[in-house]
């Protein structure tokens, strides 16, 4: 399966359309709009670094890429320059497609670059399977590469099934995601049209824009989705099919968008960069039914040691680069690292093994910002946590313990001294949210914080 | 201090340690449309719940979902008289 072969057998392009927020262009336009030969032999058979800054830049180059280069690897929007350079490295990319917003002047000295507009004029009948290669939402240091086909990101796909009728899809999320990707392959080989969003698009622009456009099918992590709930332009959209994954979606979430969208048809999904698309959950209830742990097509799900286990054609392949780690299993099982208990004839997510917290969608690391924590001359040890949060499922929590003779007549005081210690040395979601002092902390008997709380 | 102060003095400090710039915060204030984002969103709902003991957006209908700031002041002022009741 090439995605611009799909497109042009398809036929039946007229009329769809892929927008964000500066453009609206004709999909049959990008698909049989005439092919730069120079480009196409300058990109052919390598392994591709695709660094641009806008979603529309992305879409049109992964249209012309896919079947062409031999591995395209994609830089989600915002990364520090060293971890673009990693994911450079770890790709062993030979050529960057990049434009002035997605890669600056300087970075990745050495590397041959080509620009986003004459790439996307790439692309020949070749008949080569490109692998992809997606940055895990990463934690502490650089992201990881996870390498899959497109067979595998598509096989959560009914890719037989005719779109209904006016389908228009779009996406919270950034296509360079996991989530934000699986929208736009469902777009491309469905085919519909497109409505792609920004990172820098307040809520409420976004939104008008989505409605505007007759957005009929939208995906968004829970914390997108709140945001979107109080948002005055809410009532703009009317969609059709309403689709939450990345986060653990709970109760209160489910059902405030059931009461916003009464016609429209709700699902919450359980997918990972890792482990690709698990299951989807279409009763409007938190967490799944029991019955789906088991084999069913394509794939099966296990729970071991209380973590969801997935294995099936839509995982990951490996990891690239210079890691040891095997993203699988021997008998071919990939750990999700997601905590799950079963109540009844349902199991329910927990959080993640490792204690990461998830702020909305970006991982923070407890170890990395206790140590921070740490460097503050009143403390003596600190356990960092996930406190609920309506907004983001989640925002970090410090656990205090004082340093003997530390002066805490004022407590308020010394916790917004510990936070504002932290705000300098720690991007934004890092920071705790909160502190909270307490007189000591529990270890295990190997002399390790004891992470795993209910 | 009451409520209705304590709301629009969170949102400002919040937006100051975040450094956002806001309009003068009032209670027609839509708060989405500033650079007041689901992170400092975020931050004021866990400050709230710290100071009032209440967090009412864990538990709420469609029709409370606050979109300016006077629509935030009622829902943890209506919180408050469910817990004084």
Redesign the interface.
């Known amino acids: 399966m090439i995605l611009r072969e799909r497109l042009l057998a398809a036929g039946g392009l007229d009329g769809l359309f892929l927008s964000d927020h500066r453009e609206r262009r004709d999909l049959a336009g990008i698909v049989h709009g005439p092919r730069d030969a120079a480009a196409s032999e300058r990109l052919s058979g390598k392994r591709v670094l695709l660094a641009v800054g806008g979603q529309m830049a992305a879409a049109r180059a992964m249209l012309a890429l896919d079947g062409l280069i031999s591995r395209l690897a994609l830089v989600p929007p915002g990364l520090a320059p060293e971890h673009i350079a990693r994911i450079a490295a770890d790709s062993e990319a030979e050529i960057v497609v990049f434009d002035a917003e997605g890669l600056p002047d300087d970075a990745l000295p050495g590397l041959p670059r080509i620009d986003a507009e004459a790439a996307s004029a790439a692309g020949a009948e070749t008949g080569r399977e490109t692998e992809w290669a997606l940055a895990t939402s990463g934690t502490t240091g650089a992201p990881k590469l996870v390498a899959h086909t497109l067979e595998g990101l598509a096989g959560g796909i009914n890719t037989a099934a005719a779109p209904e009728p006016g389908t228009v899809w779009s996406t919270f999320y950034d296509i360079r995601r996991y989530g934000g990707l699986q929208v736009f392959l469902r777009a491309m080989l469905a085919p519909t049209s497109l409505v792609l969003s920004d990172r820098h698009e307040p809520v409420r622009d976004y939104l008008v824009r989505a409605g505007g456009a007759g957005v009929t099918h939208i995906l968004g992590t829970p914390s997108h989705w709140r945001l979107a709930l109080m948002s005055a332009a809410l009532d703009r959209l009317s969609p059709r099919y309403v689709r939450l994954s990345g986060e653990i979606a709970d109760q209160t979430v489910l059902d405030l968008l059931r009461a916003a969208f009464p016609q429209a048809r709700m699902a919450h999904a359980y997918a990972s960069t890792e482990g690709g698309v698990g299951f989807t959950v279409e009763d409007g209830r938190e967490g799944f039914p029991a019955a789906l742990i088991g084999t069913r097509a394509g794939i099966e799900i296990a729970v071991r040691d209380d973590a969801l286990y997935v294995r099936s054609r839509r995982t990951g392949r490996r990891y690239l680069g210079g890691t040891t780690e095997p993203l699988m299993a021997e008998d071919g099982f990939v750990d999700t690292g997601d905590l799950v208990e079963r109540r009844g004839e349902r199991y329910h997510f927990l959080g993640r093994r490792s204690g990461v917290i998830n702020v909305g969608g970006a991982k923070v690391q407890p170890e990395e910002v206790e140590a921070v924590v740490n460097l503050h001359p009143g403390v003596s040890m600190s356990r960092v946590r996930a406190r609920p949060n309506p907004i983001l499922g989640a925002v970090v929590e410090a656990e205090v313990v004082l340093r003997a003779g530390t002066d805490a007549a004022d407590p308020a005081a010394l916790k917004k001294a510990i936070i504002a210690h932290c705000r300098p040395r720690l991007s934004q979601h890092k920071v705790p949210a909160s502190v909270r002092f307490v007189d000591n902390l529990p270890l295990t008997s190997g002399g390790k914080l004891v992470r795993r709380v209910p | 201090m009451s409520l209705r102060s304590t709301v629009h003095a969170e949102i400002a400090a919040i937006a100051a340690?975040?450094e956002k710039r806001m309009p003068p915060i009032t209670d027609d204030l839509?708060?989405?449309?500033t650079e007041f984002d689901?992170?400092c969103?975020?931050?004021l709902?866990?400050?709230m719940e710290?100071l009032t003991g209440a967090?009412p957006?864990?538990?709420?209908?469609?029709e409370d979902?606050?979109?300016t700031v006077g629509d935030l002041v009622a829902l943890y002022d209506r919180a408050a008289a469910k817990q004084a009741a």
């Open positions: 340690e975040q839509v708060m989405l449309d689901s992170l969103f975020a931050l709902v866990a400050r710290d967090d957006f864990s538990e709420m209908e469609a979902l606050p979109v």
